[in-house]
């Protein structure tokens, strides 16, 4: 048996008033979604641990079936992994979104969309003024980038930008945790705030005067005008899925996404990476489910992720996320469930978010997410859509966090 996880980040939702009280899920009605639930047995999952908060690296992780706990040193490093940089046992490496300000309040977490290209340019500039033996910038994907502190402590309070849209910034400063320990070799966990707000600071005088920004503005277009660091950790440790799970010999992961790379790469999976995978709406859908294809016939495990929903629920755009939703299913499922119903070799689909992104909320929640679980020869259950209501009644009940994974993979 192989198995693939299809992972609709942030793809969960509220009820819409506006869509006559339904979700997301229930009013996009997606064909194959509905189908693979009609045919396969339902349940729901709660992802987040008690005491963390409801991040995609804390979702993920936990749905990999990995124990928080144990593992988690939050985006920086997993993005760290994913780019390349090999972390010193001294680094703290804390994730960088570049964002935009406007009026004092934060107005998004993605520059304006900032494509990888601008992304590159604005932050190679910060580390040529910014960077020095302590401090250094690199380079990620679009607005998503990396900062490594040398020495720097973890215990600090960050703020995630996509939580707080329209609010003030500067009350959402890195604060250091209460009763934060002294580490040897390391900055006090107060030096490490006062370095990052200074870094903040210095980013938006030498982001406003650079010639991108100014022919944004220009343009009518979004600044980004800002660093914002957050979820910083060191370097972690954990077991591969393949040390885990003895069923799985080899794997790959799919994704846009630094952080879902990262994650990846410590689990001992290849990284596969498709021309046109942007994170967003616009991505390379029938490339990524290509690309799932030809790795099963070599492979036991996939993780295919697709981070358009989440993007689109930051915004709060509502047709959009429809729209990612209905792409989801006809772009990837389809394809995917059309070609490996017919293998020799059975396949294990498992289907679900990591986490609900609502778009009336625009930021991660933590509730429980609908998972449909789909083979050749399961036996149905009752449930015959895929949505938050519907997979209550599924026969898998409410797992919680390494349970979907140790479900999943006794298939």
Same mark, same amino acid.
């Given at each position: 048996?192989?198995?693939?996880?299809?992972?609709?980040?942030?793809?969960?939702?509220?009820?819409?008033?506006?869509?006559?009280?339904?979700?997301?899920?229930?009013?996009?009605?997606?064909?194959?979604?509905?189908?693979?639930?009609?045919?396969?047995?339902?349940?729901?999952?709660?992802?987040?641990?008690?005491?963390?908060?409801?991040?995609?690296?804390?979702?993920?992780?936990? %749905?990999?079936?990995? &124990?928080?706990?144990? @593992?988690?040193?939050?985006? *920086?490093? !997993? /993005?760290? =992994?994913?780019?390349?940089?090999?972390?010193?046992?001294?680094?703290?490496?804390?994730?960088?979104?570049? %964002?935009?300000?406007? &009026?004092?309040?934060? @107005?998004?977490?993605?520059? *304006?969309? !900032? /494509?990888? =290209?601008?992304?590159?340019?604005?932050?190679?500039?910060?580390?040529?003024?910014?960077?020095?033996?302590?401090?250094?910038?690199?380079?990620?994907?679009?607005?998503?980038?990396?900062?490594?502190?040398?020495?720097?402590?973890?215990?600090?309070?960050?703020?995630?930008?996509?939580?707080?849209?329209?609010?003030?910034?500067?009350?959402?400063?890195?604060?250091?945790?209460?009763?934060?320990?002294?580490?040897?070799?390391?900055?006090?966990?107060?030096?490490?705030?006062?370095?990052?707000?200074?870094?903040?600071?210095?980013?938006?005088?030498?982001?406003?005067?650079?010639?991108?920004?100014?022919?944004?503005?220009?343009?009518?277009?979004?600044?980004?005008?800002?660093?914002?660091?957050?979820?910083?950790?060191?370097?972690?440790?954990?077991?591969?899925?393949?040390?885990?799970?003895?069923?799985?010999?080899?794997?790959?992961?799919?994704?846009?996404?630094?952080?879902?790379?990262?994650?990846?790469?410590?689990?001992?999976?290849?990284?596969?990476?498709?021309?046109?995978?942007?994170?967003?709406?616009?991505?390379?859908?029938?490339?990524?489910?290509?690309?799932?294809?030809?790795?099963?016939?070599?492979?036991?495990?996939?993780?295919?992720?697709?981070?358009?929903?989440?993007?689109?629920?930051?915004?709060?755009?509502?047709?959009?996320?429809?729209?990612?939703?209905?792409?989801?299913?006809?772009?990837?499922?389809?394809?995917?469930?059309?070609?490996?119903?017919?293998?020799?070799?059975?396949?294990?689909?498992?289907?679900?978010?990591?986490?609900?992104?609502?778009?009336?909320?625009?930021?991660?929640?933590?509730?429980?997410?609908?998972?449909?679980?789909?083979?050749?020869?399961?036996?149905?259950?009752?449930?015959?859509?895929?949505?938050?209501?519907?997979?209550?009644?599924?026969?898998?009940?409410?797992?919680?966090?390494?349970?979907?994974?140790?479900?999943?993979?006794?298939?």
């Amino acid at each position: 048996m192989k198995h693939i996880i299809i992972l609709g980040d942030g793809m969960a939702d509220h009820p819409v008033e506006r869509l006559g009280g339904k979700t997301l899920l229930q009013y996009a009605h997606p064909e194959y979604m509905n189908l693979l639930a009609s045919r396969g047995r339902c349940g729901r999952l709660v992802t987040v641990p008690d005491g963390f908060h409801p991040g995609s690296e804390v979702a993920n992780t936990a %749905i990999l079936g990995y &124990d928080l706990n144990m @593992v988690y040193e939050g985006r *920086g490093p !997993l /993005e760290a =992994a994913s780019i390349g940089y090999e972390m010193r046992d001294d680094d703290m490496a804390i994730r960088c979104n570049i %964002i935009t300000l406007e &009026d004092g309040r934060i @107005v998004t977490h993605n520059g *304006g969309n !900032l /494509e990888t =290209a601008d992304g590159d340019v604005l932050i190679q500039y910060l580390n040529e003024h910014l960077g020095d033996d302590r401090v250094r910038f690199i380079t990620g994907i679009q607005y998503r980038h990396l900062l490594v502190i040398r020495g720097g402590s973890k215990y600090i309070d960050c703020a995630p930008p996509h939580d707080h849209p329209n609010e003030a910034w500067r009350p959402l400063l890195v604060k250091p945790l209460p009763d934060a320990p002294v580490e040897a070799g390391r900055l006090t966990a107060q030096e490490t705030a006062d370095l990052l707000n200074h870094l903040i600071l210095q980013s938006q005088e030498l982001l406003a005067k650079h010639p991108l920004n100014r022919a944004r503005a220009a343009e009518g277009k979004r600044q980004a005008n800002s660093i914002w660091p957050w979820s910083g950790g060191y370097r972690p440790q954990m077991q591969t899925l393949m040390e885990m799970y003895p069923q799985v010999k080899s794997g790959s992961v799919i994704s846009a996404v630094d952080l879902i790379r990262g994650i990846g790469k410590y689990a001992g999976l290849h990284r596969i990476v498709i021309d046109g995978m942007t994170g967003l709406a616009d991505t390379n859908y029938e490339g990524k489910a290509q690309a799932a294809i030809e790795a099963l016939k070599k492979e036991d495990f996939i993780f295919l992720h697709v981070e358009a929903s989440d993007e689109a629920g930051h915004d709060g755009d509502l047709e959009l996320k429809l729209k990612t939703i209905g792409y989801l299913d006809e772009r990837i499922i389809r394809p995917i469930y059309n070609e490996v119903k017919q293998w020799d070799e059975p396949v294990c689909i498992a289907i679900l978010p990591d986490h609900p992104t609502p778009v009336e909320i625009r930021t991660h929640v933590s509730e429980p997410v609908p998972f449909l679980i789909w083979h050749r020869d399961i036996v149905p259950d009752s449930v015959v859509d895929f949505d938050e209501q519907s997979c209550v009644a599924g026969s898998y009940g409410l797992l919680k966090l390494d349970e979907f994974m140790k479900t999943f993979m006794a298939i």
